[in-house]
């Protein structure tokens, strides 16, 4: 049986809240969230929205703490969480980070290219190797 779209008691655009995100995103990411991980979301964070419309106060905070992220900063977090092994819901810290774009490899943990040596070149070497330690070995008296 398919799930009912997440509704909200706010209108249809509602405006960002001064220091937070607006109240029906919150309200459709708890709805998201909820259908990612059913009761582990709900027992640890309860509903988003008090009987009258309101954010719960997790909620709040979540909105507050969440102001800096729009939707593709959530998308990419969703899409985190579902990649997810454990199964069960993130933190607060831990969404946000979830949220966050990628960050580059420093470079000494990028891989370099593997270089690979013509059969060519080994034997060039090889040749090379040799003679020098012909040399070394007359150098030593080692030779026969």
Aim: one cysteine or more; proline letters at 11%; a positive charge.
């Amino acid at each position: 049986m398919p799930l009912a779209p997440p509704t909200t008691r706010f209108p249809a655009i509602s405006a960002r809240t001064e220091g937070q995100v607006a109240p029906r995103a919150i309200a459709a990411l708890w709805a998201r969230l909820t259908h990612i991980y059913g009761h582990r979301w709900e027992t640890s964070y309860g509903p988003a929205l008090t009987d009258a419309g309101e954010l719960t106060p997790i909620a709040a905070t979540w909105a507050k703490a969440l102001t800096n992220f729009g939707p593709d900063d959530f998308g990419r977090g969703l899409k985190a969480c579902l990649d997810r092994a454990d199964g069960w819901p993130p933190t607060l810290p831990e969404f946000r980070t979830l949220c966050r774009p990628p960050q580059p490899l420093a470079p000494c943990h990028v891989l370099l290219p593997r270089f690979v040596e013509s059969n060519e070149r080994k034997a060039a070497r090889r040749v090379a190797g040799r003679a020098g330690l012909a040399q070394i070995k007359t150098l030593l008296g080692m030779t026969r």
